[in-house]
């Protein structure tokens, strides 16, 4: 199980536990981390996915990060050339792979995966689908399997609401959407 929690010392950061003994992720009492977002995600091997903000000397803005105990890695920052802000949590799969919601420095927001380096663009704000444009996306903790698949919510300009799910080619940024699963949930008019 993935947590983050408060230590009795005022330091807080996301934490590993099974029912004994706990594993230190992160901490916002050093040099990087200033707050974390609850919860975390956790793969089979124990590594955590997970949103901080960090301190101005690290950089200042958010980030989504991983980690397992040791150091941490840098998923994605807001101080880089793409993206301005993170959204809700990042999800983990047991191949270590990333994905997360993004804020755009261009505007608008998008579905990202990503192992440390650069990240890939699965959908975002503007993109067709279903014979419309999406509007708006949603996306959190659990929203990606060891398949590689990620389900999302949208909304299309043209009204429309749902849940999608998407396979990303592993060779590019383009993506299959799972047919059969979307029938389910593809149209529901507000």
């Known amino acids: 199980m993935a947590f983050v ?30 707050t974390f977002n609850n919860p975390s995600s956790i793969n089979a091997s124990g590594t955590v996915a997970f949103w901080a903000t960090l ?4 950089g200042g803005g958010d980030g989504i990060f991983t980690g397992a105990g040791g150091a941490t890695t840098a998923v ?38 990503g192992d440390g380096g650069a990240g890939t663009r699965v959908i975002g704000t503007g993109d067709a689908l279903f014979g419309s444009t999406v509007s708006s996306l949603g996306f959190g903790y659990g929203g990606l399997n060891d398949v590689g698949q990620l389900s999302f919510l949208y909304t299309l300009a043209d ?17 299959l959407l799972g047919g059969s699963a979307l029938l389910v949930a593809r149209r529901r008019r507000g």
């Open 159 to 175: 009204g429309t609401t749902g849940i999608a799910v998407a396979t990303p080619e592993p060779t590019s940024a383009a993506l």
């Open 76 to 113: 994605a920052l807001s101080s880089g050339p793409t993206f301005s802000a993170f959204r809700n949590s990042p999800s983990i799969n047991t191949a270590g792979t990333v994905a997360f919601l993004a804020n755009l420095d261009a505007g608008g927001s998008g579905i990202y995966i």
């Open 5 to 34: 929690a408060s230590t009795v010392q005022s330091s807080s950061g996301p934490y590993t536990g099974t029912g004994g003994a706990t594993t230190t992720i992160a901490l916002n009492s050093g040099p990087t981390f200033n």
């Open 55 to 58: 301190r101005a000397g690290a």
